[in-house]
């Protein structure tokens, strides 16, 4: 059950508009189902005074109206309640007495009318569709002073919760605050209007939230909007210093023609002008250097050896998410490397990597702050990534990615414990469905490095086989890894006899590997072991993988400004599902 609160100024307006046809969804037998004395007049079903409802609709509204006009100039200008009151598709019809208690229950504990209080403001519960209500009240008291209404939306929010548990509903999660600002019906319905997949503001959402991502200048990170395609407007103090920015989408106009701008902090309670500049100042990542951390192997392609170094990386986070509460910045990382590989990852597993960057966003942001945090490293490797340019073409096939996304999706489970810990619902969950996003496509990412390694498992000597298998069994007795030709043990087989020849004790490493994190989230142990392995060992995760990249592709630069070839601007025509090539023209 989900409470929607919006203020206005015209009592009349609203009842036209409850009790017409509706603007996008068809308006069925609009009538009251609640009032706050219960004998309010109803012009949908009430004829029996006047059989024009425009008689009765002016009737109700004067009624409505009675003790703002009373107050005169005490009334506050904007003294329209709205509360809009909508059950979850998955709950039982609800009947209209059910709906007469919601729209009592929720105006008492707002404080718009308190249970038992004579002088509480005039209300009425409007029900012109199966699945919800709105309640529209005026906010004068009868002793005409102002109802006290300090933190509606929570309490609203609250009291939903308690009839969910009370009615055997479905129980949502209760939010806290930090989550981003919703579009608005006017923005939703002006994006169908347009062909658009999603409303605007979800659109910059993520194209500021990408172009942050491993920036490490307040200057790169107004380039990268630019460069993404956006409109950006920097609000500028007298001295010259920048005070904040507005972000607009290419041909995203108002009914004068003018952009459409959203200022930052509209967008995320984290991406003001602002909290950007705290990020950058406290995260500073090297903008010189950012493969100092990938291995120098020479024979790896940028991206691979970028994706490796973020995975070890990675790894590093998932066990800082098992501590206090100085995690909660390496969160904030996470967030960053995801939409760093979402970014530049190959076509086929892009849509799930941008569906969990987009899940994650949420997970960042609780009222948790660490007083001292580095996440240097992470935001480094994100930058690492993003310079080192697209995995499409560039020598990497799949291998790297599939060891990298195996790895977020144990830290995507490790920010849901913590987040659970802590009693951070909507964040924990957006947390598993992180991971679940993350799950698809690491499949679609290990299938065709996964058939590979198999087949090398199954060209080794019997012998070989053999020993590798007991070396298994007895570093993973409890997992019931099976010695007898399958798929995973062939894989992991062949994984500790390439690390062997390379001159790595079989043994030590898979203990090495296994002591690294805890397995019990793991989906299949055999496939986080296989990469952790290949990366301890530096073998190629896949044969194509040690490959340099193909003749005429553009190197990465240490230049703050260099930007992946495989990065597609951040519009809506460029979100899973849409046809890139309506992505709108760079200004």
């Known amino acids: 059950m989900v409470p929607k609160i919006r203020r206005g100024s015209r009592t009349h307006g609203l009842l036209v508009y409850l009790y017409g046809p509706g ?3 068809e308006h069925i037998d609009p009538h009251l189902v609640g009032s706050w004395d219960g004998f309010a007049p109803d012009p949908g079903r009430d004829t029996s005074a006047d059989p024009d409802p425009k008689v009765t609709l002016a009737r109700l509204t004067a009624a409505l109206d009675l003790r703002v006009k009373q107050a005169g100039d005490r009334a506050p200008a904007k003294h329209v309640w709205h509360c809009s009151v909508r059950a979850d598709p998955g709950d039982r019809m609800l009947t209209d007495a059910e709906w007469n208690t919601v729209a009592r229950r929720l105006v008492a504990a707002t404080g718009i009318a308190p249970e038992g209080d004579p002088d509480g403001c005039r209300w009425v519960a409007v029900r012109h569709a199966d699945d919800h209500i709105h309640i529209l009240a005026t906010m004068v008291r009868g002793d005409l002073r102002r109802p006290r209404m300090n933190y509606d939306f929570k309490k609203a929010q609250a009291e939903c919760r308690r009839i969910e548990k009370e009615w055997n509903l479905r129980q949502l999660n209760s939010g806290d605050g930090t989550g981003s600002k919703a579009p608005t019906s006017a923005e939703r319905f002006k994006a169908e209007r347009t062909g658009r997949p999603e409303p605007s503001r979800e659109t910059l959402r993520e194209a500021v939230r990408q172009s942050l991502a491993g920036a490490a200048t307040e200057e790169e990170f107004f380039t990268r909007l630019r460069e993404a395609g956006l409109r950006v407007k920097v609000r500028h103090a007298p001295s010259g210093d920048a005070l904040g920015y507005n972000v607009a989408l290419p041909g995203d106009r108002n009914r004068n023609g003018e952009p459409v701008w959203y200022p930052g902090s509209k967008l995320a309670p984290d991406l003001s002008l602002p909290k950007i500049r705290l990020r950058l100042a406290d995260d500073t990542v090297d903008q010189t250097a950012p493969s100092a951390t990938i291995s120098s192997r020479p ?39 995801l939409d760093a590989v979402a970014q530049t990852s190959p076509a086929a597993t892009r849509a799930e990597l941008a569906a969990a960057a987009r899940e994650f966003e949420r997970a960042t942001r609780s009222h948790v702050r660490a007083e001292r945090a580095d996440t240097r490293a992470i935001r480094s490797a ?119 020849q390379a001159g790595h004790g079989p043994e030590a490493l898979l203990q090495r590997a296994i002591a690294m994190r805890e397995l019990d989230t793991a989906e299949d142990v055999n496939d986080v072991l296989v990469w952790r392995l290949r990366r301890l060992a530096q073998l190629p995760a896949h044969p194509a993988e040690a490959t340099q990249p193909q003749a005429g592709t553009r190197q990465p630069t240490a230049s703050t400004n260099d930007r992946t070839s495989n990065r597609t601007a951040p519009t809506a025509a460029a979100r899973p599902g849409s046809d890139p090539r309506t992505r709108p023209p760079r200004r």
Do not use: F, N
């Open 23 to 25: 603007k996008r969804d």
């Open 299 to 337: 024979d790896w392609s940028p991206p691979a050896r970028a994706r490796r170094s973020a995975a070890g990386i990675a790894e590093r986070a998932a066990v800082l998410l098992d501590g206090g509460d100085e995690a909660a910045a390496q969160l904030v990382g996470v967030g960053e490397l």
């Open 382 to 500: 994100a930058r690492g990534i993003i310079q080192a340019g697209g995995a499409l073409g560039r020598g990497e096939d799949g291998g790297t990615t599939a060891m990298l996304v195996s790895t977020l999706v144990l830290v995507a489970l490790a920010a849901s414990r913590w987040h659970s810990a802590r009693g951070h619902a909507q964040q924990a969950h957006a947390s598993r469905q992180t991971a679940e996003h993350l799950r698809i496509a690491y499949h679609q990412a290990a299938t065709t490095p996964m058939r590979a390694l198999r087949d090398q498992g199954r060209a080794l000597p019997e012998a070989v086989r053999r020993t590798h298998e007991a070396t298994i069994r007895a570093a993973l007795p409890q997992q019931g890894l099976r010695a007898d030709g399958t798929t995973k043990t062939d894989v992991l087989a062949a994984t500790l006899a390439q690390a062997e």
